[in-house]
């Protein structure tokens, strides 16, 4: 490399965002997962005796899925291919293979091919792809933030380890983020930042887990200070809320006020106050909460706190967050609203609550009772002949598609766990179920 060149890529190296410059290149050097990464683990064990086998990375964003593939081929001897999952086609796929023979006969390299978003991958591609997985000329990395049980067809999932990767813990941002602080080769140590601890907890509590957000937002700060005087590049909780754009209100991730917030949004949806429930929302989104936590939490509260008085609730909470996915920040907040408003104004039920912790509370007791046998599946003659479906009743053939029997193991006969209430659709739902208990309970004195 001459000199010209050596220039060319400082000057490319320094115009890359900090979070790929600080991408970990080794084992030692990655932070985290170490579910996957501990001593003696399958893949630990894999990369480090270049054993390696396809494998899709299933986690949220910001959790290393692209950097542990860098890594895999790294520290093996193997060619390293990205493909494009949205921008390729049979053509690329074509290119890739025989980039992969070409490396296998002069090179003797295996070729580690990265799919980034491998839920995109249309049929066309996997299935272009398949047999030179199968027959081990590529080994396919995977990388996704959605669960490939449905995007990815079934032989080539069945030719990949699924792994899942979790969230940074706030720890390991800690690590990560003051690691970029000092590091004066690929980080901001040249600048000597002084970080305030309150500015760094911010910092680490908005990325929600994701390092690569926490990097992003340690850069915009430090471009906002890094033209003054060495002595004053202070990062400060100002200089953060000016960075992100946003006011950082009292809002300790670690402390109370955290967990305050939420459960008075909670406890104002369940006391239908929308006035509240509207004013509690705006508090936590202006604060930066991760708008996708509060979605869930409404989710959550359909269920518990409105359960079937209005069976409609759980939909318009999942739309809520399907809308909210769909639209982004700032507008989506406003479907995060219409839903607040719509669980305050719900009639509400724990009734669905209560009996799951009482199924739950009986099952810890009773342990795994057998299925009777009257409702055994009975796909063999053997199972037939053993008595399985044996007198079981098909309810559509029965007026109104209802007829009395057993579903219960014997030892739980007539347990009741879901009692409705008389608010809101529960109401004929308890109507429906008087009905049938005393058609069952007829039918049981006759049988006497």
Do not use: C
């Amino acid at each position: 490399m001459d000199l010209f060149d050596q220039a060319e890529k400082e000057i490319e190296d320094a115009s890359r965002p900090l979070a790929d410059r600080m991408r970990p290149k080794t084992l030692e050097a990655f932070v985290g997962q170490t579910h996957l990464l501990g001593k003696d683990s399958l893949l630990r064990r894999t990369i480090e005796e270049d054993r390696l086998f396809s494998v899709i990375f299933w986690g949220p964003p910001g959790s290393g899925k692209t950097t542990l593939a860098r890594i895999m081929a790294g520290e093996t001897d193997s060619h390293f291919e990205t493909f494009s999952a949205v921008l390729s086609g049979v053509k690329e796929i074509r290119a890739v293979v025989d980039k992969a023979r070409a490396q296998r006969h002069y090179h003797q390299k295996k070729t580690l091919l990265f799919v980034d978003e491998i839920h995109r991958f249309n049929k066309a591609q996997q299935d272009a792809f398949l047999p030179h997985v199968e027959s081990g000329l590529i080994t396919l990395i995977g990388a996704t933030t959605e669960n490939p049980s449905f995007e990815v067809i079934s032989p080539l999932l069945s030719r990949a380890r699924i792994m899942v990767l979790q969230p940074f813990s706030d720890e390991e941002l800690s690590i990560i983020v003051r690691r970029a602080i000092t590091d004066k080769e690929k980080g901001l140590g040249a600048l000597s930042l002084q970080v305030h601890p309150d500015a760094l907890e911010h910092i680490i509590w908005s990325a929600n887990g994701d390092a690569r957000t926490a990097l992003n937002n340690l850069e915009a700060a430090a471009f906002l200070v890094r033209e003054k005087n060495v002595k004053e590049r202070k990062i400060t909780r100002a200089v953060i809320e000016t960075a992100f754009q946003m006011k950082a209100l009292q809002y300790d991730k670690h402390g109370e006020e955290h967990y305050n917030l939420i459960s008075a949004f909670h406890k104002s949806l369940r006391g239908s106050n929308p006035d509240a429930a509207l004013y509690w929302l705006g508090r936590m989104l202006d604060a930066g909460e991760d708008p996708l936590y509060i979605a869930r939490r409404m989710v959550r509260f359909a269920s518990e706190d409105v359960g079937n008085a209005d069976p409609r609730a759980l939909s318009v909470a999942v739309s809520a967050v399907q809308a909210f996915q769909f639209v982004g920040l700032p507008e989506g907040d406003l479907a995060l609203a219409q839903a607040a408003v719509y669980l305050a104004t719900a009639p509400k039920s724990n009734a669905l609550y209560a009996g799951h912790g009482r199924v739950k509370q009986t099952i810890n007791q009773t342990g795994t009772l057998p299925v009777p046998l009257h409702i055994r599946n009975a796909p063999t003659r053997l199972m037939k002949d053993l008595g399985y479906a044996k007198d079981y009743k098909y309810a559509h053939d029965f007026e109104n598609a209802y007829v009395p029997q057993e579903y219960l193991p014997e030892k739980l006969r007539g347990q009741v766990y879901y009692e409705p209430t008389d608010r809101g659709y529960e109401k004929i739902i308890k109507e429906r179920l008087m009905k049938w208990r005393k058609i069952r309970e007829a039918m049981f004195k006759a049988q006497i």
